[in-house]
C-alpha cells in the first residue's frame, strides 16, 4: 500500500511540476512582491527604523521569506480549484490510484516552488547586504522550520481550493497571511508597537518563527522560543491537514 501510494504521488508530482516549468511567472510573480517589500523597507524606510541591528536587511529577511511562503501558497489553491473545475479528479477516481497522492502531489508542488522562491530571495537579500555568520547547523534549522512553515500553509491553502465557488475566492484567502507579519517582530521590535497590538504581535505564530530564524540567523541563543515556533508549526499542519482531508473525502464521495 505504501509503495503504491509513493509510487502515484511521484507520478502526479511529476505531473504538476510539468505545469510550473512549462509556467515559471507564479515563481516570479511569488518572488516579485516579498522582493519589493524588501526593497522599500530597506532602501526608503530601513533609515527612520530602529531595529536595534547594524544591518536592517539582515533584521528584515525572516519576516520577508515568511511573506514569500504566504505569497506562494495562493498558487497551490489556485491549482487545487483548476483541477476541481475541470474534472481531472473525477478522472483520477476512476484510475487505480491512492486517492490522498493528488493532494500530496500538490502539496510537494507548492513545497519544492516555495523553496525556489526563497533562494532567489536570500540571493537578492545577498546582494542588498545580508551576511550571516551561521554555520551548517543553523541554516539546515532555518531551512527545517521554514519547510514545516510551508507545510503547514499548503495544507491550509488546499481547504479553499476544495471549497471555493471563484478563482478569486480560492487564492484571496493568502492575502491576511502575507500581511500577518507586519503585525509581528518581522519588521521593527514590538515593544515600540503600542499595548493592544503588541499584545498581540508577542502572542502571534509569525513573531516566535521570525525571531527563531533571526537568532539563527546572527548566532544568537534561540532559548524556548523555537519550541513555540515549531509547536505553531506543528499544530496548525495537524489541524489544517486534517480538515484538508475530510473536505476532500467529502468533495470525491
Known sequence: MTKHFLGD???????SLRHITRSMDTIITTTVMPIMFML???????GAIQSGSDSYVTYLLPGILLITVA???????????LDMQSG????????????SAVLWAHVLTSLVA?????????????????????????????????????????????????????????SAFSYP??????????FVPTDTMPGPVRAFAENQPVTSIVNTIRD??????VGAEIWVAIAWCAGLLVVAYAFAMTTYRRRIS
Open 9 to 15: 504521488t511521484t507520478a502526479l508530482l511529476g505531473r
Open 40 to 46: 522599500l523597507f530597506v532602501y526608503v524606510f530601513g
Open 71 to 81: 505569497s506562494g501558497i495562493s498558487y497551490t489553491a489556485y491549482r487545487l480549484f
Open 88 to 99: 481531472i479528479f473525477e478522472r483520477f477516481q476512476s484510475m487505480p490510484i491512492a486517492r
Open 114 to 170: 516555495n523553496l525556489i522562491s526563497l533562494v532567489v530571495v536570500v540571493v537578492v537579500a545577498l546582494i542588498m547586504g545580508f551576511r550571516s555568520s551561521a554555520g551548517i547547523g543553523a541554516w539546515l534549522g532555518v531551512l527545517g522550520l521554514l519547510v514545516l512553515f510551508t507545510l503547514a500553509l499548503t495544507w491550509l491553502a488546499v481547504i479553499p481550493g476544495l471549497t471555493a465557488k471563484t478563482i478569486d475566492g480560492a
Open 177 to 186: 497571511l502575507v500581511f500577518l507579519p507586519f503585525l509581528s517582530s518581522a
Open 216 to 221: 539563527l540567523f546572527t548566532q544568537q541563543p
